[in-house]
């Protein structure tokens, strides 16, 4: 029996609470079914190696901060203002004013990779150039897969972006939306489509949650907190003025509101997600107003349960509602509060909610075909027998 091989997951961060990282943990559990996994991060407050479930986790306790992070947006965001033309194609100078956030935290990789003598080495994210410079050192012919986590938001145009795409022999994607956005960088660039293992709790159709029980309700979604000046809390608050007479359950990032007729319930913020999905599954519609960046993950999770989404138009969500004929989607408070009114009927709102069902189930409900795609991908033979 042959040994199985080695594969390095280089990511900046490890952990479930974003849809990139959730993403992550997705490929790195598909790759285990063909390879032993090492995971290596900066995370960490002291360095070590430890086990975490099929994976072995080597923290270097060197970790990126949200404020090196948004010095790297800020940065990316100016570069790819600059009109094309003006451009660089390669620019060190600007790539050394990152060095602290891009390089100095994946020194010790290095050390790391040459103990492990991986055959295969994934990196995540488009902007992980320290991880590839370290993986370059250890060794530059070592086949490389990018996981790219392209979010609608991210800024594309700092060059170290277009050197990380271009040492991956395959570039991981979650969607079609997301894999035009990696054109945008490389025309060229071998992207395959993975989609991600996405299933319905049968457990949330149990009973409703206690606030909204015997209601008949729209779940509208926000990402900011419930006194925050933002165009999410004005359309939420558009939404509770045109329809009184109906429930509107609000989800802030620090409460959770129930409005009807002017009046409002207030309780702690929806942070477990199984509480979650059962709003999600008892809902009339679902209005997420600040989907998900990569890949919209909550409105598939709403479609699964075949309640009909309202997403803001060019968000990476109208891609589920356009292609799965699972929703709608709006531009401006106007034509939200018209979405709204039309899934009010059942002859709007049913049809929708069992297409996007079918579509999220088709598309996403397979989790022994994304782990086929994820070692199709990686190029790793004898993969472990996969369960559809």
């Known amino acids: 029996m042959s040994e199985r091989p080695r594969a390095a997951v280089l990511a900046t961060h490890w952990s479930n609470g974003t849809e990139g990282g959730w993403f992550t943990r997705q490929v790195a559990g598909a790759l285990a079914h063909g390879a032993d996994v090492h995971v290596i991060t900066p995370d960490g407050s002291s360095p070590g190696v430890s086990a975490d479930g099929a994976f072995t986790l080597h923290r270097m306790a060197t970790p990126v901060t949200p404020a090196m992070e948004l010095r790297t947006e800020l940065l990316s965001s100016a570069l790819a203002a600059v009109p094309t033309g003006s451009r660089r194609t390669s620019s060190p100078d600007l790539t050394g004013l990152l060095r602290p956030e891009l390089l100095d935290p994946w020194e010790d990789a290095v050390e790391v990779l040459d103990g492990l003598h991986p055959d295969l080495v994934l990196v995540v994210g488009l902007h992980t150039l320290g991880a590839v410079a370290a993986l370059d050192r250890h060794d530059p012919e070592l086949p490389m897969v990018l996981v790219a986590l392209a979010e609608e938001r991210e800024a594309l ?18 969607t079609d939306a997301e894999r035009t956005a990696v054109g945008a960088v490389r025309p060229d660039a071998p992207t395959r489509v993975v989609g991600a293992p996405l299933a319905a709790n049968p457990s949330a159709r149990t009973e409703p949650n206690a606030w909204v029980d015997g209601s008949e309700y729209v779940f509208v979604l926000t990402a900011a907190s419930e006194d925050e ?7 939420a608050r558009l939404l509770r003025v045109r329809f009184p007479d109906r429930t509107i359950a609000v989800s802030h990032r620090d409460a959770f509101c129930v409005w009807h007729g002017g ?37 598939i999770t709403s479609m699964l349960h075949g309640t009909p ?16 004929s699972g929703g709608l989607w709006f531009r401006g408070a106007a034509e939200l509060a018209r979405c709204v009114d039309a899934m009010c009927s059942p002859s709007v709102r049913d049809p929708l909610g069992r297409q996007g069902r079918n579509y999220a189930e088709r598309e996403f409900g397979h989790t022994g075909a994304f782990v086929e795609r994820v070692l199709t991908a990686c190029a790793l033979l004898d993969p472990e027998p996969v369960c559809g």
């Open 157 to 174: 145009g700092f060059p170290h972006v277009a050197r990380v795409v271009d040492r991956a022999s395959s570039v991981l994607v979650v």
């Open 229 to 235: 000046d933002c165009t999410e809390n004005d359309l």
């Open 263 to 299: 009046e409002v319930r207030r309780g702690w913020p929806i942070e477990r997600s199984s509480d979650l999905e059962r709003l999600l599954a008892w809902a009339d519609t679902t209005v997420d107003l600040r989907p998900g960046g990569l890949f919209a993950r909550t409105c």
């Open 309 to 324: 989404i309202i997403v803001p138009s060019g968000s990476r969500a109208e891609q589920h509602a356009r292609r799965g």
